[in-house]
């Protein structure tokens, strides 16, 4: 069974820093494009970043470049959100999703919240 | 980038009605290489994930309904849900990705009962 097990969200100040991360089992994860998606509150779905399976080939959403950095490590098959100078507007839930086209499969999500 | 837009916002069916709803793409989203739609549909209900029910354009996900249907091509698609019930109360979401990694979703359309 697939698994996408995010974790790492939680309430920070504006321009804080956080870093998710989501463990990925039941399929494998070395083969596969990842991808970042969040939904603020109550609104649709937004790309955020996606990273080739290898890691050499990564992309971000205008709202994120150059304060998002996304990475991985399929030695433990994990997934990375690295997010600083954080903003208002970044609050949402964060999915960790799988496939370089369509979404196979998303994980339940971790929360961040940016609220002074 | 591809915008995608929806409609409607929201429809207010009865169970066992047929329910439609559009999506529109601002660019075509047809391969010329192997002349399919890069067009998928996700069904969301309440505090969970999305679920993928379509790829292609018309390809049902594995273990999704028959009542489920997508059509379309080029820009405009539709999915139509043949006979309604009570457990397709969601937000639908139509996404691209013609331009992937830089995918892009609809706003979604809200069915309700």
């Known amino acids: 069974e697939v698994q996408l097990l995010e974790s790492g969200g939680g309430l920070v100040q504006p321009g804080g820093s956080l870093r998710l991360s989501c463990a990925a089992s039941g399929f494998r994860f070395s083969s596969y494009a990842m991808r970042w998606v969040r939904q603020a509150p109550e609104k649709g779905l937004e790309w955020v970043s996606g990273?080739?399976?290898?890691?050499?080939?990564?992309d971000y959403a205008d709202s994120v470049k150059g304060r998002f950095t996304i990475a991985r490590d399929n030695s433990k098959n994990t997934l990375y959100l690295h997010m600083n100078s954080l903003r208002l507007d970044d609050t949402a839930i964060y999915f960790c999703?799988?496939?370089?086209?369509?979404?196979?499969?998303w994980g339940q999500g971790t929360l961040v919240t940016v609220s002074s | 980038d591809i915008v995608m837009t929806q409609s409607p916002d929201s429809l207010a069916m009865s169970l066992g009605e047929r329910a439609t709803m559009k999506c529109k793409a601002s660019q075509s989203v047809l391969h010329s290489s192997n002349n399919k739609n890069a067009l998928a549909w996700y069904q969301q209900r309440p505090g969970q994930p999305p679920k993928l029910l379509i790829y292609?354009?018309?390809t049902r996900d594995s273990g999704v309904p028959d009542r489920f249907s997508g059509s379309g091509s080029g820009t405009d698609f539709t999915l139509t849900i043949s006979s309604l019930q009570a457990e397709d109360v969601a937000v639908y979401y139509c996404?691209?990705?013609?331009?992937?990694?830089?995918?892009?979703f609809g706003p979604g359309t809200k069915v309700e009962i």
């Open positions: 996404q691209q990705y013609y331009t992937t990694p830089r995918i892009t």
């Open positions: 990273i080739s399976s290898r890691g050499d080939f990564t």
């Open positions: 292609w354009a018309s």
């Open positions: 999703a799988n496939g370089p086209n369509w979404v196979d499969y």
